[in-house]
């Protein structure tokens, strides 16, 4: 149940949400009291589908926080869409551009407010063949030293059966989805740094760690190392068939 006064507009979207993800899942959320009931946070989860953004912010959104999500602009001009993520207040980014400053002190400002800001670290659905948290990028941790807010990661499961990155098939029946939140993360060895590039990487690998573990614990298996993201380069003459 929310504890916080929304909108027209919000409540639209609510139903949207809600009107989707309850009929193709069967929803087991754990540890909602995980989720800080007031104040800033920092949520971060794994993303193995395009669809567990829905998800996730079914699940933050039951916990009585408004889930702001960082997101590519790109999606924002996508007609009605927009009009409504707009109205979200969630928080587009054009990366590898002046424009993603903006959206870096929108996150701050949003943190300052007390807000609850939802930031995948991965950028993308993970490429690893199992569907494992691939190594992250060092938004979250930035936004965390600036902020001094809490990181709190969160794990999801089973979005995948219903949209499956790695084939892009969509399966429009009920599925199990399973999403918790851990504790957040001790990041208080590194508080107070400047943002060096040594800096956030390892805060990124402590995330990225909690994360992964988390997401071991709701798959019942042993999680591997954290997968590093092929690398797209050009076929050389001597490796062309």
Do not use: C
Request: glycine share 8%; no cysteine; aromatic share 8%.
């Amino acid at each position: 149940m929310a504890r916080f006064r929304i909108g027209f507009w919000q409540r639209v979207v609510v139903m949207m949400v809600v009107s989707i993800t309850t009929p193709l899942t069967r929803k087991t959320w754990l540890r909602t009291d995980d989720v800080p009931a007031t104040g800033p946070v920092i949520l971060v989860p794994n993303h193995v589908s395009h669809f567990d953004p829905l998800v996730v912010a079914h699940y933050v959104y039951g916990t009585g926080r408004w889930p702001r999500f960082l997101g590519k602009a790109s999606v924002w001009k996508v007609p009605i869409i927009g009009f409504l993520l707009v109205k979200a207040r969630q928080i587009p980014v054009e990366r590898g551009s002046v424009d993603a400053v903006k959206s870096l002190d929108t996150l701050v400002d949003a943190l300052r407010e007390g807000g609850a800001v939802v930031i995948y670290p991965e950028g993308t659905t993970t490429r690893h063949p199992d569907l494992w948290p691939m190594r992250g990028k060092t938004g979250a941790a930035r936004l965390a030293l600036l902020t001094g807010a809490p990181v709190v990661p969160i794990a999801n499961w089973g979005a995948q059966a219903i949209f499956d990155p790695r084939t892009n098939r969509l399966k429009l029946r009920r599925s199990p989805v399973t999403v918790t939140t851990g504790r957040p993360v001790d990041l208080s060895r590194w508080a107070g740094l400047e943002p060096t590039r040594q800096v956030l990487a390892e805060m990124t690998e402590a995330i990225m760690l909690n994360v992964r573990d988390l997401l071991g614990e709701i798959r019942d298996g042993e999680p591997p190392a954290l997968y590093d993201r092929p690398v797209n380069r050009a076929i050389t003459s001597e490796e062309a068939p």
